[in-house]
T-cell receptor
Framework: GAGVSQSPSNKVTEKGKDVELRCDPISGHTALYWYRQSLGQGLEFLIYFQGNSAPDKSGLPSDRFSAERTGGSVSTLTIQRTQQEDSAVYLC????????????FGSGTRLTVV | GDSVTQMEGPVTLSEEAFLTINCTYTATGYPSLFWYVQYPGEGLQLLLK?????DKGSNKGFEATYRKETTSFHLEKGSVQVSDSAVYFC???????????FGAGTRLTVKP
């Protein structure tokens, strides 16, 4: 597609439930990133996929968080046993050659844990 | 490691005022520099960029010049509008990888 697509745009879930957030990057973009943005805060890096290399998971806040990228394209971020502090906007971005073009961000998924 | 420091907000201006949002960076080598804008309820959009020293990025009346001697990339606009109210992020990336480092963001509110 023309841009980075994220779904759902909004998700309300009960504490303790698992959620899956989806990111569909721009076709051909080899790099894909997940960030978290809590209310009024900056960007918190979560995970980075580059081609077929092992992902950089250094930003994942706990072992309840995991992500995968299938076929070098679509990515799913999974949060198990959600907690209220997981409430945030989850942003996905993709890039081809960051130093020239930067990232292209999706509109995000707003997750609310009640 | 590489990092970006932005002036703390929030910044509140009247319409038609001059805007400066300071950004300085720490990096080895020759990074590319970016400004992103996030309007309320939306994701981040690339506003402008500069890939080498002395380059000036510009878009929508905003400008920033890559100053290697002062390791800065300050964002400026001569006359802000209410519609410029948003959060602005400065960022850098290195030549040899795709990882981008973001500043903490500066919230701008423009009042009529």
């Amino acid at each position: 597609g023309a841009g980075v697509s994220q779904s759902p745009s909004n998700k309300v879930t009960e504490k303790g439930k698992d959620v899956e957030l989806r990111c569909d990057p721009i076709s051909g973009h080899t790099a894909l990133y997940w960030y978290r943005q809590s209310l009024g805060q900056g960007l918190e890096f979560l995970i980075y996929f580059q081609g077929n290399s092992a992902p950089d998971k250094s930003g994942l806040p706990s072992d309840r968080f995991s992500a995968e990228r299938t076929g070098g394209s679509v990515s799913t971020l999974t949060i198990q046993r959600t907690q209220q502090e997981d409430s945030a906007v989850y942003l996905c971005a993709s890039s081809l050659l960051t130093r020239n073009y930067g990232y292209t961000f999706g509109s995000g998924t707003r997750l609310t844990v009640v | 490691g590489d990092s970006v420091t932005q002036m703390e907000g929030p910044v509140t201006l009247s319409e038609e005022a001059f805007l400066t949002i300071n950004c300085t960076y720490t990096a080895t080598g020759y990074p590319s520099l970016f400004w992103y804008v996030q309007y309320p309820g939306e994701g981040l959009q690339l506003l402008l960029k500069a890939t080498k020293a002395d380059d000036k990025g510009s878009n929508k009346g905003f400008e920033a010049t890559y100053r290697k001697e002062t390791t800065s990339f300050h964002l400026e606009k001569g006359s802000v509008q209410v519609s410029d109210s948003a959060v602005y992020f400065c960022a850098l990336t290195q030549y040899n990888n795709n990882d981008m480092r973001f500043g903490a963001g500066t919230r701008l509110t423009v009042k009529p």
